[in-house]
């Protein structure tokens, strides 16, 4: 998109946040804010990229079996 | 502006008063589901804007200049401060669960009145304020576990006896959930069928997550639902069909024992295959489903045709025995106050608070949004015929097997029906039968086919909605045995770990295989039991459920009085004791008829009693079959009986640990609790 409208910025924001909360719903928190995290934190330490951030995350989420109500 | 915001207030306070005297003094035929969900929505939001409040700025003093785990631990992974209203989905999702939508189908036996108000207040005083404030109590311990932050507060011993108790309910919460599934697909070919197409589904997402497209969940999501509901389709094909409809007709016994091959075979596979991709597929479809019946009953606001009361409040009715107190507060426990959820308001979401502040909204919040998923079950029970309700939810051993013999019995109840109805009803539905489909789950599936039909009609959609319901419960409640049994087999790998310690290794395959073998024997157990029992098995196990969750949530209150106690907040102490003092009373008295009660049908030790002396005298009763079933009945009924008094042990020593704790915590002169140090959320953000 090369014209960006207030309203296309919106929907965009909106799209997004519905993402993210569909991920963190199922255990996968975002990775862009992983990313910006470890570039800040840890610049000279490589990032896990998206795939194996993703197996990790799956992982961490059902490894021990989740615990969820009745 | 403040007097117009006050105004407000008030007007809403004598609306919530309003409806709820429309529901509770009603005395016409039927009600409107509308005074029901406006009592609700009033309710929650005054108790919320008022209650939490309270407790969020005087009981706990939440703090928004201090950093959250979030900020002093982030690492991208599990420590993420997180935006509230994403978080809150997070958190909903992992608190809501099969057992609201169970809970109020069980209980509206006793009319939608008792259960009602239950859901309603004890949310407010009760399930709410339990999540929020183990929420908060993690979030200043680093987000650590309830088992966790017990032994901590408690000591040692405590956070065993707390071991144990969770251990013991995970077990009775698999066998009843299975129990659920067990009953909604025996002898029904359709709902088999595409239950059972819900595992090559999963699998083929699991491969496909993990090697053509990995990561990109909502494509995957989005083709398993898709194939799912083709096999909802399919199923009525297989049904109708003279050779695969056999093929996919089991009896109970058949079902429950491949539910538990399936358990043991599920929980030892890798999680990528199966676990995770079917928790996506039922998560999602949860949520929809959730807000697609919350749209249903604001489009269609169905009549209940229910009684508010009904005369089984004096404890004879069919659905589960016992009287009103205390056996509804049990029977109702997801919706009004889970133990369960302390173990969620301790696991994830204190890792990802950005800021204290909105422990309120998705402790208090998240809380309320579940009840309000449980008066919607409760409204679709209740908008059922209630001769019809009866003929779903009564046991043969009182209704027959007849659609004769179950309209004559349930008309004499003074709940007139006639067999036409209950034959018409399970044509409708596409299933052969309609009687005795105990275990909540066909009734809700019928009441919301009801209530969807009535938005999205059409020949043929009743079944299709039917079955679409049952799939969703049975989806659902499978992830959960998976799940469940992997977390027992980690608790019981701990267990014997301290004992002989090479099966602490987690990654020992000697260990894996027998601890899940153990876990799966345990509620397997319990299940199989539930199967063959004499009144339909929910009768028995669902009770023991209710006093285990409760007896969980007794014990985070008492954890939570504790920490006030010794956080020198004691003039507050009031907010936990007052559910915990209540839930205390419920799961005592419960617990003690379940135990000693004179009539067979609520207290084991009478049961086992009465089959015991039968069994001297050489006779056999229904519907043991022979003198080796009479025997499995009454040890069955003494491991009952030995199971409700652990339960009831567990919690008097946890009661006796806390005394000890908070006398010592009050004679201190300071606070004692052991949060972490004060940090400036503007030092580390």
Known sequence: MSRSTPFAERVRALWRFLAQTGRLIVGVPDYDVYLAHMRRVHPDREPLDREAFFADRMQARYGRGASRCC | ???????????????????????????????????????????????????????AEKALGLDPTRATPAWRRNDGLDYVPTDKRVLYGHHFAAIAGAGP???????????????????????????????????????????????????????????????????????????????????????????TFTVAMTIPIALLMGVYLRWLRPGRIMEVSILGLVLLLASIWVGEWVANSPTWGPAFTFDGKALAWMLIAYGFVAAVLPVWLLLAP??????????GTVVLLAIAIGVAMPELK????????????????GSLFPFLFITIACGAVSGFHALISSGTTPKMLDNERDARMIGYGGMLMEAFVAVMAL???????????????????????????????????????????????????????????????????????????????????????????????????????????????????????????????????????????LAVAGWGWFLYQGVVDPLGGINTLWPLFGIANQMLASMALIFVCVAMVKMKRTRYLWIPALPTVWLLVCTMTAG?????????????????????????????????????????????????????VLFMSVVLLMLAFAIRAMLAAHRAQGPTAQENEYVALDAVR
């Open chain 2, 278 to 287: 079917r928790d996506y597929l039922s998560t999602f479809l949860k949520i």
């Open chain 2, 306 to 321: 229910m009684p508010a009361l009904t005369k089984f409040v004096d404890g004879t009715g069919p659905v589960f025995s």
């Open chain 2, 592 to 644: 003690w008829q379940k135990l000693f009660h004179p009539d067979p049908k609520i207290g084991f030790l009478a049961n086992a009693g009465k089959f015991g002396d039968a069994l001297a005298r050489g006779e056999v009763l229904a519907p043991a079959k022979s003198l080796k079933d009479m025997e499995r009945i009454v040890f069955n009924n003494q491991l009952d009986a030995a199971l409700c």
């Open chain 2, 1 to 55: 502006m403040a007097v117009a915001k006050y105004v407000g207030w008030a007007l809403l306070s004598l609306f919530a008063a309003f409806c709820l005297g429309t529901v509770a003094l009603s005395r016409g035929e039927t009600i409107s589901a509308f005074w029901v969900v406006a009592a609700a929505v009033s309710i929650f939001t005054i108790g919320y804007r008022f209650y939490s409040k309270f407790i």
């Open chain 2, 379 to 517: 409204i679709a029970a209740c908008v059922l015929d209630p001769g019809l309700y009866f003929a779903l939810n009564s046991p043969p051993a009182l209704i027959g097997t007849t659609v004769e013999s179950a309209a004559q019995t349930i008309s004499g109840w003074g709940f007139v029906i006639t067999p036409e109805m209950l034959s018409a009803t399970a044509v409708e539905i596409g299933e052969s039968t309609v009687l005795s489909r105990t275990g909540g789950a066909p009734t809700l599936a019928v009441g919301m086919a009801q209530i969807l039909h009535g938005m999205v009609g059409g020949s043929g959609m009743m079944a299709f909605w039917y079955h679409y319901a049952i799939l969703f419960e049975a989806l659902f409640i499978l992830t959960t045995l998976d799940a469940g049994t992997r977390v027992a087999r980690f608790m019981i790998q701990e267990v014997i770990g301290t004992v002989y310690a090479p099966f602490r290794r987690t990654e020992s395959w000697t260990a894996n295989i027998v601890c899940t073998g």
């Open chain 2, 101 to 191: 939508l169970i809970g109020p189908v069980l209980a509206a036996q006793m009319g939608y009145l008792p259960g009602m108000l239950w859901i309603l207040f004890g949310v407010l005083l009760a399930g709410a304020v339990q999540d929020f404030m183990v929420l908060f109590l993690s979030v200043r311990r680093d987000g650590r576990s309830l088992g966790d932050m017990i032994r901590s507060e408690l000591g040692n011993a405590a956070g065993s006896v707390a071991m144990i108790g969770i251990l013991a309910i995970m077990v009775i919460l698999l066998a009843v959930l299975g129990l659920v599934v067990v009953k909604a697909l025996a002898v029904s070919p359709w709902g």
